[in-house]
């Protein structure tokens, strides 16, 4: 089938020079090396891209009849230089970038290919729909899921922009890899309906292990300091219970022991020993590492810390007393552990600042 151009405009001959009436499809396109869809009996429309002359171009081909056909070009240069030029910049990100309507997504860089092992976006979209799918929970963590307070994940962080999203995925080495998630709002879609985001996945994972060997640095360096607290808050209790018991064998040996002098010596001897146990939970509850965040009362925030150091307090002869009123049942949630230490902080640097003033 020879189909011959029988009409045209200025614009067609525009983008073929050669362009004439009466000539055949196959001499317009050889040079194009693509005219063979039409001699395989193109459908009743379809389209296709080509280049031509260091342009790029779309062609819409529509059938009319059994024996007319029209042709549409349209110039996609800029399109696809644009696209390109988003290409690179997209694919040069060390971040994790995704365009993902939450459920479903769009399109993805390569660098999650090169850290998750799947060999394109179409082997991806094979094994599943969304990223939100490789998610992992883990204990004491408040990682992103892929549904949060019955909200789906991006919805959720797009609700809460003031708060520190984390997601913990695992690579192909079977590595934990942290990442801080941030939503970029609705930057490539055309159409405003489109309920399609850009998704940025920051890893944070060496930042992270660095935070937490600082943390657990701080913590060792300060274990002597605990251990010096601990022996403070417990002499006075070990000093009570050895007077107890002295009195106890005294009286025994002098056949002086009665019942209510002995029951006397057991409460008071159970009492010690319940606040030395406290004092073990509360120095436990201090060194507990946890990133979940927990509901505690606004009295709590206070005291806790401030038992701990109490007879540090003493033992310097300081005087030590907080003078506030706050409602018991009032409560807040957050990182009580880490809150925990930056009190504690604030009284034993109180307590150093006094001694060298005194000095």
């Not at 050889?30 to 429309?45: D, L, M, T």
């Not at 040996?253 to 073990?280: G, P, R």
Request: charged residues 30%; proline residues 1%; negative net charge.
């Amino acid at each position: 089938q020879n189909q011959e151009v029988i009409d045209f405009n200025e614009k067609a001959k525009e983008i073929f020079k050669k362009l004439n009436v009466n000539m055949t499809i196959n001499e317009l396109f050889e040079e194009e090396e693509f005219y063979e869809i039409f001699q395989a009996g193109p459908k009743e429309s379809f389209d296709y891209t080509f280049k031509h002359e260091k342009k790029d171009y779309k062609m819409h081909y529509k059938k009319l009849n059994e024996n007319r056909f029209m042709i549409s070009f349209f110039d996609i240069t800029h399109e696809v230089k644009e696209n390109r030029r988003r290409g690179v910049i997209y694919n040069s990100q060390q971040s994790i970038v995704v365009v993902s309507d939450g459920i479903h997504i769009k399109d993805i860089n390569t660098i999650f290919f090169e850290e998750y092992g799947f060999e394109n976006f179409n082997d991806f979209k094979s094994k599943h729909n969304c990223i939100c799918e490789l998610f992992v929970s883990k204990n004491g963590h408040n990682y992103l899921m892929p549904t949060v307070d019955g909200m789906i994940w991006n919805k959720y962080i797009d609700e809460h922009k003031d708060e520190i999203h984390q997601v913990l995925m695992i690579n192909k080495e079977g590595k934990e890899k942290i990442y801080e998630v941030k939503s970029s709002g609705n930057l490539f879609a055309e159409e405003e309906e489109e309920e399609e985001e850009v998704v940025i996945f920051n890893d944070i994972t060496e930042l992270q292990e660095k935070n937490n060997l600082l943390l657990y640095q701080s913590k060792d360096a300060a274990i002597g300091e605990m251990i010096s607290m601990i022996a403070h808050q417990w002499r006075q209790p070990l000093t009570i219970l050895s007077t107890i018991l002295s009195r106890i064998k005294i009286q025994k040996e002098m056949q002086m022991l009665d019942d209510l002098s002995f029951n006397e010596a057991m409460e008071k001897t159970t009492a010690q020993i319940v606040y030395m146990s406290k004092t073990i939970e509360d120095f436990r509850d201090f060194f507990k590492n946890s990133d979940m965040q927990e509901s505690i009362s606004i009295q709590e925030i206070v005291e806790i810390p401030k038992n701990l150091v109490d007879a540090l307090f003493k033992s310097k002869n300081i005087a030590f007393y907080i003078d506030y009123q706050v409602d018991s049942n009032i409560h807040i949630t957050t990182l009580i552990s880490k809150l925990s230490q930056v009190m504690l902080n604030i009284y034993k640097n109180a307590i150093d600042q006094i001694v060298l003033q005194n000095l």
